[in-house]
């Protein structure tokens, strides 16, 4: 039992979140809600706020829930981030951002102000304690793993994390909110950017940046040779991989193969140009493993549904590192995460900084 552990647990108004909740308060711990509002005002204060959201029937799990916005911090480096990388010409991926600075930020400001000695969350993914490291770990559900978008996490955060479903699939963790009379335990799931309506990226870049499509509207689309065989309507509008909608036509089948920001260019090819065989991710986080300082064979993925493919990760300094793969990738886009494992454990992460870059970097 730990009925003497208080745990901070993220809630969101889903099925997962309360389903965690209930488990945590069977597993004996004393549980605090902590609902973070992002969306719905432009205050930022890390006051908590006692809220009324209650999520079950059953009063066995009627337990504090508190607020905490952080609106603004999410405008600035969630939102803000998010229309940055678009205008760099990169491809975004805001929920992993969202993860690290604003809920466990939340969460862990949540555990100082409160006192508590743990924070939880609903995602699917596991930890186990081995040779002194919190190791983080794949859920055994393989269509709802949620470990790819941890991968920023610290030694200090996951030593303070509980993942209850990362031993469940999602049907058992549904039937799970049954037995608990959860509210949203029929609730369906949006695979949507909060902010982002109707998963509609180009048409919320147009409305929340003005003027966008004046500024970057017309400008060429190109083949690998650099020929001119086209134009776009705005490089942020495009996606690598992307084959619908250029507007071009060569004989065969062409692909978004480069988004070069700074001449508002497009370039396009063939599927093969699609292959990458090596990048440089930057901002590296080791977070299962000690900083590496020599070149090593490991697995990576290059988004969240990538299968894991074999690798060689060579430490650049300065928190960059090259990856050189055994069999191409295809469709690898700057600004994504490359997330790399030993089999169902992850071991670190970095973002996609350049795709098949010159091999003129050493380590330093």
């Known amino acids: 039992m730990h009925a003497k552990q208080h745990v901070i647990i993220g809630l969101s108004g889903g099925v997962d979140s309360a389903a965690a909740a209930c488990l945590l308060i069977k597993q004996g711990y004393r549980v605090t809600g902590l609902n973070i509002r992002v969306l719905d005002t432009p205050e930022d204060t890390s006051t908590l706020a006692p809220s009324a959201m209650r999520i079950s029937d059953s009063e066995e799990f009627d337990f504090p829930v508190f607020t905490l916005n952080l609106s603004a911090k999410f405008a600035r480096d969630v939102v803000g981030y998010f229309h940055d990388d678009y205008l760099a010409g990169r491809t975004p991926n805001p929920c992993m951002v969202c993860n690290k600075a604003i809920k466990w930020f939340g969460l862990f400001e949540a555990m100082r102000l409160l006192g508590a000695d743990l924070v939880a969350t609903g995602h699917y ?16 559900d393989p269509e709802k793993d949620q470990s790819y978008f941890l991968w920023m996490l610290t030694q200090a955060e996951l030593a303070k994390t509980l993942f209850p479903l990362g031993g469940y699939t999602k049907a058992e963790v549904r039937e799970l909110a049954r037995s608990f009379e959860v509210h949203a ?44 065989i086209g134009h776009h309507r705005g490089y942020p509008f495009y ?19 480069k988004i070069d920001a700074e001449h508002n260019r497009i370039r396009v090819g063939s599927k093969a140009d699609l292959e990458c065989r090596s990048l440089i991710a930057t901002a590296m986080n080791w977070s299962g493993i000690a900083t590496p300082d020599a070149p090593f064979e490991t697995e990576a993925r290059i988004r969240y549904r990538d299968r894991q493919s074999a690798c060689m990760v060579e430490p650049l300094g300065d928190d960059r590192a090259r990856v050189r793969f055994h069999e191409p990738k295809q469709g690898v886009a700057c600004g994504q995460a490359v997330v790399f494992y030993d089999g169902d454990e992850v071991l670190g992460g970095g973002i996609i900084a350049e795709v098949n870059p010159a091999d003129s970097a050493t380590p330093e």
Do not use: M, N, W
């Open 239 to 257: 996606t690598i991989g992307q084959r619908r909608g250029l507007g071009v036509s060569t004989g065969e089948p062409v692909y978004v193969t």
């Open 185 to 228: 335990a029929e609730k369906k799931e949006s695979q949507e950017i909060c902010f982002v309506p109707h998963d509609d990226y180009c048409a919320y870049l147009t409305r929340a940046i003005p003027g966008l499509e004046e500024r970057v509207a017309g400008g060429e689309i190109v083949d690998q040779s650099g020929k001119v």
């Open 125 to 140: 993914a596991r930890t186990e304690r081995r040779d002194g490291v919190t190791r983080l770990l794949k859920g055994i």
